[in-house]
């Protein structure tokens, strides 16, 4: 199929590399004049798994870049909308670009087409969407607007996209939704798996596909409820680690008991400094602004943001408790992205935390495999240096902090730290280690809703003397 897709950001480029990997002539628009050029270049403009190889395999043939929409949705049968749905002040999502969007493409619906939103959007919206198309010039026969919300994790986006756990399509009429079984078929039969080159299924991952049908504000429920459920989770689970870390228990051991219960799963019961992101934070306001809108209210959401927010108090608390007071000191942060495996730093509490900690006056030396440009362009601050390697930023700091969930920071070589702290201190935020391990390394070991482990006068003295001696 003849497909455009339009907003080629972390959602819409993913998607446009997978549809074009599944079969499809792919255009892929925005406005950005620069990224599109980045994109024709062959330059990856975002750090995803996979997406370099897809970017290679069809850009210039099936994959094209365009700062063209009316032509891309001239030449397009389904055109997808994939720009972001930022929050407004109030917590509303903030829909003017996918207004502009629409103006944009109701002026070329020259034929039947699916307009299909992937943004994710308050329920209501796709409606919307179709007054404004029609309201801009489209004929109200020429076209379908249908829902189609997007589930991928930014990390392991492309194989969340080529094997999701569900397609969910939200549609009011039957012949959108036929030409959108049809596009997701390699996926919904598993053909594409089986397919020469197939990227890489991953462990756990459903085939074939699963792929439900819904009524379209249905759709968009499904999505925004998700998130929230999700969001809510970690704050669960964060608020139960609060009570752990003053009661003495352990809640690695609670979350392996409760994660072991089926009905509960083991997934997201990850306590640590917080959720952040581009989506569960601007998703769980809108919700919530939803619920305000419908007079129905959602107070729940309003105490998991809370948990959230205050994650984050409690976090420099600690490090605050372990450094004694903390003007001057030097610390190692690993970790900007607000999670493993990806480049986005939008709305991290790892950077909320840098934040944080830059105004008590600490010198932080910044490590992150794939997110320090982006960091190095939000940040004018000469307390805030970055380094290439955990290593490197733990020469001489009084402390490391870890603060996203990068894979790298779970196998880190202990000698080598030692070797190169001041003091053998980590306070981590995304508890990536066993307190067994750090006891047996010799390190004060803070993290989130256990017992902290001290690193012995002896090792102490020992690293003391040596720091002294060099
Ligand atoms: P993004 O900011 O990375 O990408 C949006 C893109 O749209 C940008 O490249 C921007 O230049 C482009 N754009 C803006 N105005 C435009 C216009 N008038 N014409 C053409 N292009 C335009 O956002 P994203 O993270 O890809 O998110 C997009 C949507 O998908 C949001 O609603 C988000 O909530 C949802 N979503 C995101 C994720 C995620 O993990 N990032 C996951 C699921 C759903």
Partial sequence: MNIAIVGSGYVGLVAAACMAEIGHQVICVDNDEQKVRALRDGECIIHEEFLPELLKRHGGTNLRFTTDLPAAVRDSSVVFIAVGTPPCETGEADLSVLETVCHDIAANVDRYKVVVVKSTVPVGTNDWVRRILIRYGASQKQFCVTSNPEFLREGTAVTDFLYPDRIIIGSDCGRSR?????????????????????????????????????????????????????????????????????????????????????????????????????????????????????????????????????????????????????????????GLAFKGGTDDIRESPAIAMVRLLLKEKCQIVAYDPAAMERTRQEFDDDSLTFAESAYEAARGADAMLILTDWEEFSILDFDRLKRELRHPIIVDGRNMYSLEEMERNGFTYVSVGRPDTVATANDAAIKERKTEAA
């Fill in 178 to 334: 036929m030409i959108m079984e049809q596009l997701y078929e390699p996926l919904t039969t598993g053909a594409y798996a089986q397919s020469e080159g197939a990227i890489p299924i991953p462990d756990e991952a459903p085939l074939p596909a699963q792929l439900i049908t819904t009524h379209t504000r249905s759709a968009e429920m499904i999505k925004h409820a998700s998130n929230a459920f999700l969001a809510m989770k970690v704050s669960f689970i964060n608020a139960v680690a609060n009570i752990c870390e003053v009661a003495g228990a352990d809640v690695s051991e609670v979350c392996d008991g409760m994660g072991a219960d089926h009905r509960i799963g083991n997934k997201f019961l990850k306590p640590g400094i917080g959720y952040g992101g581009s989506c569960f934070p601007k998703d769980l306001m809108a919700l919530h602004a939803v619920a305000r809108e419908y007079g129905t209210g959602f107070h729940l959401l309003e105490e998991v943001m809370r948990i959230n927010e205050d994650q984050r108090k409690f976090f420099l608390r600690k490090v605050r408790s372990a450094l004694w007071t903390l003007k001057g000191k030097r610390l190692a942060v690993l």
